[in-house]
């Protein structure tokens, strides 16, 4: 085998491992952790820690360590926000989200700088087009990495349906559930008694298993990068230097349309917080309980990478216009819906309804924002995504910061007015976009698509 494409699969298997176990995880937070809003505080704090992880840690970390530890290492943050769940409390918690959050920039920055110098390095043996490399890699990469959401929810919930404890809900606590909640702990354990400590220590014994896999497979396996190849790191890292690219970030927000901008990106950290954060707690593991949350995120994550693929091949023929309107109506039937409807145990084909809407929309707001962030800003890319990843992790920070302070439907007129602000200021960048160039728009630049996007999911 090609050594570069044995790193790339060494690579993509260790964030496979990874985020099988943080993807579940996730998930579960404000299930497992009810009790004074624990769970989504945490998730809170470790997407504020990713804001200033962003800013100031990846090049220097990179630098001083190389790719490779610099993989390794931050994998080592993710799996002390699993021995934080062990048990679980403000004082275990909080500071493993932290960390956590302080290495996910850091592993994302250097597994791009490792894979674009992979492919160069490969291009310029093979004579062949460096660009066209590197988009096969990371083609590669987020083939595998993409299922680790499948399987870490289920394990979630093939291990907590094991549960021997599971009781009847009563009609009283199902009028509880869904958009009206009690905002009381029971809502979050009437589905079924909480799982045992010895599930729980079972699912989350796994789950650091799998993190110190992904560890043991980066340290064994992936090759350092070479001297010769040295000068091309130092080149991706200092080509511009990071106070430059610091200060451009900012900078970036004198472009009107950057600003005009800022409403849809916080929207994608918005709709993604409601969906882990409040969905998954006050309609699923309310009214079917907790075993049924990694089934439901299961269809999400399904739906989405398949959209994903799609929509990023069809928005050169329908243009981003056509797929932004989709998004939007389809997102506003479900915040409309999700208002109306009752959740109830019998409706269970409804409980993945939702998550598979969301899953189609999400796959727009995430594939056709950054291809629109490309073409706009390309000129100032490096910028651009980084106001990208700021302002989608200050939505996340949001979502789950009032998550446990307001009712569910309060959080569902929110989502429903950020995204009627978001289409606006939106319309207004393409208005200004086509009294600018009254030519045919361009095609989305969908190789912008592919690392960027997961970065934000970290």
């Given at each position: 085998?090609?050594?570069?494409?044995k790193?790339?699969?060494?690579?993509?298997f260790?964030f496979l491992?990874?985020?099988?176990a943080?993807?579940g995880?996730?998930?579960?937070?404000?299930?497992?952790?009810?009790?004074?809003?624990?769970g989504v505080?945490s998730?809170s704090?470790?997407?504020?820690?990713?804001?200033?992880s962003?800013m100031f840690?990846?090049p220097?970390?990179?630098?001083?360590l190389?790719?490779?530890?610099?993989i390794a290492g931050?994998?080592?943050?993710?799996?002390a926000?699993?021995?934080?769940?062990?048990?679980?409390?403000?004082y275990?918690?909080?500071?493993?989200?932290?960390?956590l959050?302080?290495?996910?920039?850091?592993?994302?920055?250097?597994?791009?700088?490792?894979?674009?110098?992979?492919?160069n390095?490969?291009a310029?043996?093979?004579?062949?087009?460096?660009?066209d490399?590197?988009?096969?890699?990371?083609?590669?990469?987020?083939?595998?990495?993409?299922?680790?959401?499948?399987?870490?929810?289920l394990?979630?919930?093939?291990i907590?349906?094991?549960a021997?404890?599971?009781?009847?809900?009563?009609?009283e606590?199902?009028?509880?559930?869904?958009?009206?909640?009690?905002?009381t702990?029971t809502t979050?354990?009437?589905?079924?008694?909480?799982?045992?400590?010895?599930?729980i220590?079972?699912?989350?014994?796994?789950y650091t298993?799998?993190?110190?896999?992904?560890?043991?497979?980066?340290?064994?396996?992936l090759d350092?990068?070479?001297s010769?190849?040295a000068?091309?790191?130092?080149?991706?890292?200092?080509t511009?230097?990071?106070?430059?690219?610091?200060?451009?970030?900012?900078?970036q927000?004198?472009?009107?349309?950057?600003c005009?901008?800022i409403p849809?990106?916080m929207?994608?950290?918005?709709?993604?917080?409601?969906?882990?954060?409040?969905y998954?707690?006050?309609?699923?593991?309310?009214?079917l309980?907790?075993?049924?949350?990694?089934?439901?995120?299961?269809?999400?994550?399904?739906?989405?990478?398949?959209?994903?693929?799609?929509?990023?091949?069809?928005?050169q023929f329908?243009?981003?216009k056509l797929?932004?309107?989709?998004a939007?109506?389809?997102n506003?039937?479900c915040?409309?819906?999700?208002l109306?409807?009752?959740?109830h145990?019998?409706?269970?084909?409804?409980?993945?309804?939702?998550?598979?809407l969301?899953?189609?929309?999400?796959?727009?707001w995430?594939?056709q924002?950054?291809?629109?962030?490309?073409v706009l800003?390309?000129?100032?890319?490096?910028a651009?995504?980084?106001?990208?990843?700021?302002w989608?992790?200050c939505?996340?920070?949001?979502a789950?910061?009032y998550?446990?302070k307001?009712?569910?439907?309060?959080k569902?007129?929110?989502?429903?007015?950020?995204?009627v602000l978001?289409?606006?200021?939106?319309?207004v960048?393409?208005?200004?976009?086509?009294?600018s160039?009254?030519g045919?728009?361009?095609?989305?630049?969908?190789?912008?698509?592919?690392p960027?996007t997961?970065e934000?999911?970290?």
């Amino acid at each position: 085998m090609e050594r570069n494409l044995k790193n790339v699969l060494v690579i993509s298997f260790g964030f496979l491992l990874l985020f099988t176990a943080y993807g579940g995880l996730q998930s579960l937070q404000s299930s497992l952790h009810s009790e004074e809003g624990l769970g989504v505080a945490s998730l809170s704090v470790l997407y504020a820690a990713l804001i200033l992880s962003s800013m100031f840690l990846p090049p220097v970390l990179i630098k001083k360590l190389g790719c490779k530890w610099t993989i390794a290492g931050s994998m080592c943050c993710y799996i002390a926000f699993s021995l934080g769940n062990f048990y679980a409390s403000w004082y275990t918690l909080i500071p493993t989200s932290v960390i956590l959050g302080l290495g996910g920039a850091p592993l994302w920055s250097a597994k791009c700088t490792y894979l674009t110098i992979a492919g160069n390095s490969y291009a310029e043996k093979a004579g062949k087009n460096g660009k066209d490399i590197i988009n096969q890699y990371f083609g590669v990469f987020f083939l595998i990495f993409q299922s680790s959401g499948i399987w870490g929810n289920l394990i979630s919930s093939l291990i907590f349906s094991q549960a021997s404890n599971k009781v009847e809900i009563s009609e009283e606590n199902l009028a509880c559930c869904g958009a009206y909640d009690c905002m009381t702990d029971t809502t979050n354990t009437t589905g079924s008694a909480e799982p045992s400590n010895s599930l729980i220590y079972t699912l989350l014994g796994i789950y650091t298993a799998s993190g110190v896999l992904a560890v043991l497979l980066i340290v064994m396996f992936l090759d350092q990068i070479k001297s010769d190849q040295a000068e091309t790191e130092k080149e991706i890292l200092e080509t511009p230097s990071f106070w430059s690219t610091f200060l451009a970030t900012f900078q970036q927000l004198k472009d009107k349309r950057q600003c005009l901008l800022i409403p849809l990106t916080m929207y994608s950290g918005f709709e993604q917080g409601f969906l882990a954060g409040d969905y998954t707690k006050t309609y699923v593991t309310c009214a079917l309980g907790i075993h049924y949350v990694g089934y439901v995120m299961i269809c999400f994550s399904a739906v989405n990478s398949l959209c994903s693929l799609l929509f990023g091949k069809i928005s050169q023929f329908t243009g981003r216009k056509l797929l932004f309107g989709l998004a939007t109506v389809t997102n506003t039937a479900c915040i409309i819906a999700l208002l109306l409807w009752k959740p109830h145990p019998k409706q269970i084909a409804v409980f993945f309804v939702f998550p598979a809407l969301w899953g189609l929309s999400d796959a727009i707001w995430q594939t056709q924002t950054n291809g629109l962030y490309g073409v706009l800003f390309e000129k100032h890319t490096e910028a651009a995504f980084a106001n990208y990843r700021l302002w989608e992790s200050c939505g996340f920070v949001i979502a789950f910061g009032y998550s446990t302070k307001l009712q569910v439907y309060i959080k569902l007129y929110i989502l429903l007015s950020v995204l009627v602000l978001s289409m606006v200021t939106y319309g207004v960048v393409e208005y200004l976009e086509a009294k600018s160039s009254p030519g045919t728009p361009p095609a989305t630049k969908k190789e912008n698509v592919g690392p960027v996007t997961q970065e934000t999911h970290m």
